[in-house]
């Protein structure tokens, strides 16, 4: 079955979008509360991991304190979240080749489970705090959580 063209005759009504669409190209341009900010923010820990020496350690650790930066937690227990970094209190000083492991950029060493990895953060980051209050950057260690048992 052929099909003829559809041929307009008069123009389409306007339906109100362009006026809609044309306001939004010209409406001046706010920030909105609570978005990012243009980079990330340097702060004293941040700053201090420069020149360090690796604290992480994996197996693949290029141990150059030239590339070494402050490595978040990937971690949700530690404030890790959709769009959300973790504090710089739960990060580590990481060589470039042992924080492309944790982020996930690099894949992980077969003899390395994700669970060991953790465990090796979480010693990365005893670590580091240990280097950062010797710095004066870090108050002294905070006294541990004890669970509360209930009684039924």
Known sequence: MARTPFKRTSPMPSTGMLSLQSHQRTAPKRKAAGLKSKGPRSTPIRR?????????RLAVCNCDPDTT???HSNF??????????APDTA?????SACHDVLD???????DLSLAALEAAFRAAVSTTHEILRSMGLLDAAPAAIQPTLENP
Do not use: N
């Open 76 to 85: 949700l227990a530690d404030g890790k979240g959709m769009g959300l970094k």
């Open 104 to 110: 996930g950029r690099r894949p992980r060493p077969a």
């Open 91 to 95: 990060a580590a000083f990481g060589c």
């Open 48 to 56: 201090a991991a420069r020149g360090q020496d690796c604290t992480l």
């Open 69 to 71: 930066v402050l490595c």
